[in-house]
DNA sequence: CTAGATGCAAACAGTTTGCGTCACT
DNA sequence: AGTGACGCAAACTGTTTGCATCTAG
């Protein structure tokens, strides 16, 4: 599970990246590869800390975007900014803006069987099912600043 | 699009969920039906401060909160609580509890066609997508708020 | 040597809570 | 009349920012 990944084939992806290969960011990339459950950035700065006392939570949310930026990792909780609600009306899937986080209805549906209860946690009920699709928007693709920063992902087994 | 809801209709929702008809919760609800597109409490309370200018976010939050419990409205966003992130390595569907917002991995992953760019809003481009079924876990079942809260929706057409 | 990264602390945004008062039922 | 809801303000939680210092390339 816990896959470890040369110093060396990190730094060759910061360098395809565009950005600088420090301890820091070493170890919190290994340890969200490592943590593989869904982590938080407070679950990741604590696990880091055990090996980096002197890191900072900064340094880590700096680092969640950088590699969110750049795609390495992914953001699950695209719409975290702020609660959205809605009236359960008609069903429809949504667009998520990663970087303005707006929300946009889709007129498209995607009908999904309800789970299985073998399919959820042990003892979960199940009660809706949200289909997001996330990517820029027209506004925030304008802005180059988030535009084509994906560095090619290494093989990292 | 804006449907107008009887008071009396209200009244007796409000009745079938066991809490009381106010003219706050009245507007409240009005006006997230009526908005419709996943407004944030903010925007909620915006709308609402227009026709009641006295009205109070916190009641807003409050009320928010009672008519997900009920399941009137929904939630779109059960993970807005802090930032979550994965890398990007096999993908598969999430399982959130809508009350503690702890995320699990499910073993199950729903394969999606890449969306067409009409399916999408204009101008926005796709990265990625995301799969969550929204309920309880175990142990917030257990607790017994949140349980068996639903209301029958009342048809408001 | 220098651009970019780190660490700290202070600022922020969004949400929640406690409590005194008010109003549906 | 009594329980639950409201409104206010203060507290909180998670995130972001500015800036002085440091470090990889």
Same mark, same amino acid.
């Given at each position: 599970? +816990? =896959?470890?990944?040369?110093? /060396? /084939? ?11 290969? #420090? ?7 290994? #340890? ?6 869904? *982590?938080?950035?407070? !679950? %990741?700065? !604590? @696990?880091?800390?055990?090996?980096? *006392?002197?890191?900072?939570? &900064?340094?880590?949310? =700096? ?14 909780? *695209?719409?975290?900014? +702020?609660?959205?609600? !809605?009236? $359960? ?13 707006? %929300?946009?209805?889709? /007129? =498209?549906?995607? /009908?999904? &069987?309800? *789970? $299985? ?13 949200? %289909? ?5 928007? @027209?506004?925030?693709?304008? $802005?180059?600043?988030?535009?084509? =920063? $994906?560095? @090619? ?5």
């Amino acid at each position: 599970m +816990s =896959k470890t990944i040369p110093f /060396e /084939e990190f730094q060759s992806l910061c360098r395809r990246a565009g950005f600088i290969a #420090t301890h820091q960011r070493y170890l919190i990339f290994q #340890t969200i590869v490592s943590l593989g459950d869904n *982590p938080t950035p407070e !679950e %990741v700065f !604590e @696990r880091v800390r055990r090996s980096l *006392p002197g890191i900072s939570l &900064a340094t880590v949310y =700096k680092n969640i975007d950088t590699f969110v930026d750049h795609r390495i990792i992914r953001d699950i909780s *695209p719409n975290y900014g +702020s609660r959205r609600i !809605e009236s $359960a009306s008609t069903p429809h899937d949504h667009f998520v803006c990663r970087v303005c986080r707006r %929300v946009f209805d889709l /007129e =498209k549906h995607t /009908e999904l &069987a309800r *789970p $299985a209860n073998t399919d959820l946690p042990h003892g979960a009920s199940f009660e809706y099912h949200l %289909v997001e699709f996330v990517g820029l928007c @027209r506004s925030c693709s304008h $802005a180059s600043r988030f535009r084509d =920063k $994906a560095a @090619r992902p290494m093989a990292h087994n």
